[in-house]
Every structure is written in C-alpha cells, then in structure tokens.
Nanobody
Framework: QVQLVESGGGLVQAGGSLKLSCAASGTTFRTNAMGWFRQAPGKGREFVARITWSGGETLYSDSVKGRFTISRDIAENLVYLQMNSLKPEDTAAYYC???????????????????WGLGTQVTVSS
C-alpha cells in the first residue's frame, strides 16, 4: 500500500502564495506518477497538475498553468505544489494522488489514480 499525507494548506489573500507538500510512504516503488487534484464545495474533483517520478515530466490544467508549479524530491518521496498568484476560485480541498502508470492519456481523471491522501484545505480570500 501507498500512504499519502498532504500539508501546507491554509488561508491566504488573493495574489498570495502557498506551497503544498505531499509525503509518500509505503510501497512507493509501485507508483510512477503523482498528481494534485482539488475539489470545491458542490463540485467534482478537478485535475490540477501531474509529475512523473523518474523523468519529472509535468502536466497542468489550463486554469493553473503559469501560476502553479509541481515538483518532486525523489530521495525524500515528496511532491510539492507551489501556488502563486492565487485567486478566490482556487479555494478548494487539495488532494495528492499516486498513479501506477507513468504515462496515460487519462491523467486528468481521478479514477486513473490508485492512491489518495485525505486532502488539505486552501482558502483564498478576495
């Protein structure tokens, strides 16, 4: 099993920044890519960003491209999401997820990821 624990959420003003962390433990060798999703109240889980463990290839949703950066620390089994220029519409619970597949056309779909953290709340005030 793979355990994922997110941290770093909080309350920030619009235009501010936050950095989320995701600590992976357990049988992490079974995973080849990591993703961040978010879910606002009353909405479905939305893809934010993805990174492969080995090559560090990244993908972003159009809504965060240019503002958010995903990165990973292989030695520490950590994945980060640096969020800049935050907007009120970024308010959501943010979830870390792990995918056994490194490359997939379904990377935007939550069902493609096998392991999930419990989430961390990000609130952006206007």
């Amino acid at each position: 099993q793979v355990q994922l624990v997110e941290s770093g959420g909080g309350l920030v003003q619009a235009g501010g920044s936050l950095k989320l962390s995701c600590a992976a433990s357990g049988t992490t060798f079974r995973t080849n890519a990591m993703g961040w999703f978010r879910q606002a109240p009353g909405k479905g889980r939305e893809f934010v960003a993805r990174i492969t463990w080995s090559g560090g290839e990244t993908l972003y949703s159009d809504s965060v491209k240019g503002r958010f950066t995903i990165s990973r620390d292989i030695a520490e089994n950590l994945v980060y999401l640096q969020m800049n220029s935050l907007k009120p519409e970024d308010t959501a619970a943010y979830y870390c997820a792990a995918d056994r597949s490194a490359y997939t056309i379904n990377y935007e779909y939550a069902a493609d990821y096998e392991y999930w953290g419990l989430g961390t709340q990000v609130t952006v005030s206007s």
